[in-house]
């Protein structure tokens, strides 16, 4: 083989590979372009989910604040305070309405005890007396009042030993701050 057809051949060689790996990178750089295009098209999808999001969470936020607002109000059925009739107690505070149980009631046990009620920092007490007086059962229970000095709905079940009397009493109330006297005191006559 002659020196020139060698440079050809070489020539040649050089020129094929240079065209196959010319095509190789050229195809990798579409192939590159292709994929930039699609994380593009990926982050918009992204950031338009997120945005999606937020108005999401920002329409539960508002239903949930809808919802606990409802449920601070007392709720009225035929003039009756949560569909219940209202009771004739034996004493009764402007801050404690106890809608149930009725006066005069036969009670389970457990009770549950619900009303509305204004009272310090949404808490206040929940006893029951027997017949004698004695205290039988006392719990702490709270209003679901959206803020201090407004009325909220509560409800609470309490169990409780059993009296040594067949009648007592439901007392709902407040411990003064000030000297621990028993205040806004609201008592319903039970049975057992």
Do not use: H, W
């Not at 201090?148 to 509560?154: D, I, P, R």
């Not at 040594?164 to 008592?187: C, H, M, Q, R, W």
């Amino acid at each position: 083989m002659n020196i020139k057809n060698a440079s050809i051949a070489v020539l040649l060689i050089l020129t094929l590979g240079f065209g196959i790996g010319f095509g190789y990178y050229y195809n990798q750089a579409a192939k590159y372009k292709d994929t930039d295009k699609n994380i593009t098209s990926l982050k918009k999808e992204i950031s338009q989910l997120k945005k999606d999001i937020k108005k999401q969470k920002a329409r539960s936020d508002k239903e949930v604040a809808e919802l606990k607002r409802n449920l601070a109000k007392p709720v009225k059925v035929n003039g009756q305070a949560n569909g219940i009739p209202p009771t004739v107690n034996s004493a009764t505070s402007p801050n404690m309405d106890v809608i149930a149980p009725a006066s005069g009631a036969t009670i389970l046990n457990p009770v549950v005890v619900a009303g509305n009620a204004v009272a310090f920092e949404n808490t206040f007490q929940v006893r029951i007396k027997d017949g004698n007086g004695a205290v039988i059962k006392e719990v702490t229970t709270m209003t679901n009042a959206p803020d201090m000095g407004q009325f909220g709905n509560f409800s609470v079940s309490i169990s409780f030993p059993t009296p040594s009397t067949p009648t007592g009493t439901i007392e709902a109330f407040e411990y003064s701050a000030k000297d621990g006297t028993v205040t806004n005191l609201t008592v319903i006559p039970v049975k057992f």
